[in-house]
């Protein structure tokens, strides 16, 4: 059985600070990293990928991956309220790279 | 351009009855994915299809659920009889084929069945 595990928080930081979600999963084949954000009653947004090792930035949002070690990051640097949402890390759960299997999210709330 | 289409919004429903959700992918995009989010699961993959044919259903919960593709922009997902546990928000996604295509989802369908 394929997971992604994300502590469920809720992850408090005050505005302006750095926001760290983490992300492990259990295939070690998988190729495909996403990040989506989900504010309450909407639907999931992506907001990044990443499928090679380091760093990949953009804007406030940088994502790390780390395949030797299972794990997938995203920070989010100057962090604001509206950023306040559940983050869901999803990872490819086949060859082809398409079918996804995400985690439960973790819940950031930041505080003014 | 338009984004993944979901119709009905929201539906209330009394057990046994039966439930149909739908789909419209964005143009162009080969694999459709319906999903189901609750509290204790999270986001569910229940079914996908790559150019109108299923790939994997495995996630369908039971007979009780059944998914079409009749064309390359239309698709639904039937629950037929409905229970109190399907309750739930239901996403529909498509994407492009290549690797690393990410996923884009609909608003989704919140159902209640009473």
């Known amino acids: 059985q394929k997971e992604v595990e994300q502590n469920s928080g809720p992850l408090s930081v005050p505005e302006g600070a750095i926001a760290s979600l983490n992300c492990t999963y259990s295939d070690r084949g998988s190729q495909s990293f996403f990040w989506y954000r989900q504010y309450s009653g909407k639907s999931p947004e992506l907001i990044m990928f990443?499928?090679?090792?380091g760093d990949k930035e953009d804007g406030r949002f940088t994502a790390q991956l780390n395949k030797a070690s299972q794990y997938v990051s995203l920070l989010i640097r100057d962090s604001q309220p509206s950023d306040s949402a559940t983050y869901l890390c999803a990872v490819n759960q086949d060859q082809a790279g398409t079918a996804l299997i995400f985690g439960k999210g973790t819940t950031l709330s930041v505080s003014s | 351009d338009a984004g993944v289409i979901q119709s009905p919004r929201h539906e209330v429903t009394e057990m046994g009855q039966e439930v149909t959700l739908r789909c419209k992918p964005i143009s162009g995009h080969d694999y459709l994915f319906w999903y189901r989010q609750t509290m204790m699961r999270g986001l569910e993959l229940l079914i996908y299809?790559?150019?109108?044919?299923?790939?994997?259903d495995s996630g369908m919960p039971e007979d009780r659920f059944s998914a079409k593709m009749p064309n390359a922009s239309f698709s639904t997902l039937k629950i037929q009889p409905s229970e109190p546990r399907d309750s739930a928000v239901y996403f529909c996604a498509s994407s492009l084929a290549q690797i690393h295509q990410p996923q884009h989802f609909g608003d989704g369908t919140r159902l209640s069945i009473l």
């Open positions: 299809f790559n150019n109108n044919v299923p790939i994997d």
């Open positions: 990443i499928y090679s090792n």
